[in-house]
Structures are given as structure tokens and as C-alpha cells.
């Protein structure tokens, strides 16, 4: 069963919620999901945080990691905002994407942020940011058909 599949039958087997925390696992040959559920219904979900690790980029040169990453910015067009390079550190071995531009109104500017890391995790978070304040993780509000649409693609891309 593909990852996809696996939390598709995981989400449609949980009841409606709001307003707490579930965290959904699962995994297929050579993939491993983990996201944050804070909201789920019908239509769509929330989570605070989105990760896939993959095997076969476990110890993926940082030219891959970084060639991975242009590959998912053009991919995740069905985003909230297109998502772009931002940084590369080669110490750590990590790609950072971010919204470009990212959503902003009277109360902040909000975004999300993809990191490409050593190890095979690419993680998605959503965060927002108000002006004088820190930035903070909030949910990503999805469809269920994006929220699959996202599993498919970054195992796709592992």
C-alpha cells in the first residue's frame, strides 16, 4: 500500500475534530509520514507540523538535497503561495524554502517553510508572524485532496 493510501484509509477512519492534537503516522517501503493533526472534517484538515522521511535520500550528497528542493518549489504550485529557495547551509546540510511572496494583511504576514534535510526528512510547517513579534507555528489549513496530494509528491520526490 502506497503512503498515500495508507493515510487516506487512516484519515477516513477517524471521527471529526477540532481544536486538539492527533498525530497520524504511517509508512510504506521506504517512506515514514508523520504530521501534526490539529483539525479534521469532511473536506479538509490542519496540521501544525507535515514530514516525510525517506530512505533512499538518508544520506543523499547536498547537491541532491538541493536539486530536490527546486524539483518540489516548481511541483507544490497548489499551495497557498508559490514556495522558493531561501537557504542553502551545507554545514547542516539543509534546504530552506519559504513562501514567495508570502501571504501578508493588516495583522502580519504568514507562510510556509520547507525544510530539505540530511537524513531524507522534508518537513512543512506553516508559521505567521506579526509586527514586533517572533515569528510562531500555526495550522496549515488544507483539502484533504491537497493534503494527499502533498503525501504523494514528497514521497514522490524521495
Request: proline share 4%.
Amino acid at each position: 500500500m502506497s503512503l498515500r493510501s495508507s493515510a487516506d484509509a487512516i484519515l477516513n477512519s477517524l471521527a471529526a475534530f477540532h481544536d486538539e492534537e492527533r498525530l497520524l503516522e504511517c509508512h510504506d517501503a521506504g517512506h515514514r509520514l508523520r504530521c501534526q493533526l490539529s483539525a479534521l472534517d469532511k473536506l479538509g484538515c490542519a496540521f501544525q507540523m507535515f514530514e516525510v522521511r525517506s530512505d533512499s535520500l538518508a544520506s543523499a550528497s547536498m547537491d541532491r538535497l538541493k536539486e530536490l528542493s527546486e524539483a518540489l518549489s516548481r511541483r507544490l504550485t497548489y499551495l497557498l503561495e508559490p514556495i522558493s529557495l531561501v537557504e542553502v547551509d551545507a554545514d547542516q546540510r539543509v534546504v530552506q524554502l519559504r513562501s514567495n511572496p508570502p501571504q501578508k494583511d493588516e495583522t502580519g504576514t504568514s507562510y510556509y517553510e520547507l525544510l530539505v534535510a540530511a537524513g531524507g526528512r522534508l518537513n512543512l510547517r506553516r508559521y505567521a508572524k506579526s509586527p514586533g513579534n517572533p515569528r510562531h507555528p500555526i495550522p496549515a489549513q488544507v483539502t484533504r485532496e491537497v493534503f494527499l496530494r502533498l503525501i504523494a509528491d514528497f514521497a514522490a520526490a524521495g
